[in-house]
């Protein structure tokens, strides 16, 4: 056998999955599980924000990284202000949480992390994953009724927030850093014009629905809030998806502020982690190290959408 043939398989993300009885490798228990994340990464907010709607709080644990990324990633300081330490093992950085899990981990150190504290080991790395295993696993430990009996990934419109994220991921998710890393040109201005196409597409969208797929929040609405949120106070200027601003569209931005005003989401924006980390984090595009004031986004005017009914 080669040395080659020898060799332990690359990993390249955590894909673990919870289970209700002791047949799986992590079963569903209260206090067990912890969540390593960053207030200012939108990827992370959405495993906040499904904590927080689900009441988990006294259930899952959670640390908080600096919203610098060091040249080795993430890291914990819990003198920087709404940061922590790593209050499990105590690391300095996160890659040792990666490390500690599989040495032979090659992927992104990315949030946010669901981490088994009897293990020691990631359960698993991937927010939409993470966000369906907060959804409905720990029901039994949801403080009332109401919380155990929301389900943000309802089956009868599955089929419509998967045909709703079959666009808005790749264009606008992530068509703001298509366009903030664009390298010539050519590059950006494909980038930025698919963008704001589809940021039309999604006015057009919401002015007849509430709610992206009708009356009720759905997982597809996080997904989509997190990065709304972050549009006019970082990736107008930073990412240069400035061609309209969110206030610029009247449905989209009722939208934003409609979510922002309902628990769970605005109560987990964390303004000065977005703008510290879009602004101050990449030295080689930001060098000087200035955060800058504004813009002063409001999101709690008016937003009148409660007037929609579903088409």
């Known amino acids: 056998m080669s040395n080659q043939s020898q060799q332990a398989p690359k990993v390249t993300s955590f894909n673990g999955r919870l289970s209700k009885d002791d047949s799986g490798e992590f079963p569903v228990e209260k206090g067990r599980y912890h969540l390593y994340l960053t207030p200012g990464c ?11 709607l689900k009441g988990l709080e006294d259930i899952i644990s959670q640390d908080v990284t600096h919203w610098y990324i060091h040249e080795k990633g993430w890291f914990f300081d819990e003198t920087e202000d709404q940061c922590t330490k790593d209050s ?3 690391f300095k950085f996160l890659k040792e949480v990666y490390d500690q899990t599989n040495p032979n981990y ?39 009724q109401a919380k155990r009996e929301l389900n943000l990934f309802p089956k009868e419109l599955e089929e419509a927030s998967n045909e709703l994220l079959s666009w808005i991921t790749p264009h606008i998710i992530r068509g703001v850093y298509r366009s903030g890393y664009a390298t010539n040109q050519e590059d950006y201005e494909a980038a930025v014009d698919d963008l704001f196409e ?54 989209i931005w009722g939208y934003v502020r409609d ?33 800058p004031r504004g813009p002063l986004v409001d999101f709690n005017t008016n937003h009148g959408r409660e007037v929609l009914t579903s088409s």
């Open 88 to 90: 499990i093992n105590g």
């Open 259 to 291: 979510l922002y005003q309902t628990p769970g989401f605005g109560d987990t924006l964390n303004i000065e982690h977005i703008r510290k980390l879009y602004f101050l984090s990449d030295r080689k595009q930001k060098p000087t190290g200035i955060c």
């Open 106 to 144: 090659s992927g992104r150190i990315t949030v946010p992390v669901l981490y088994d504290k009897v293990k020691k080991v990631i359960v698993n790395n991937e927010s939409a994953e993470i966000m369906e295993i907060l959804n409905s696993d720990f029901n039994e430990f949801c403080p009332t």
């Open 198 to 251: 589809h940021l039309d597409k999604l006015e057009d969208h919401l002015s007849k629905r509430r709610y992206l797929t009708g009356n009720i929040i759905t997982h597809a609405d996080i997904k989509l809030f997190v990065t709304l949120a972050r549009f006019d106070m970082a990736y107008y200027t930073v990412h240069k998806c400035n061609v309209r601003r969110l206030v610029d569209y009247p449905n």
């Open 42 to 52: 939108p990827y992370a907010h959405r495993t906040m924000i499904m904590r927080k």
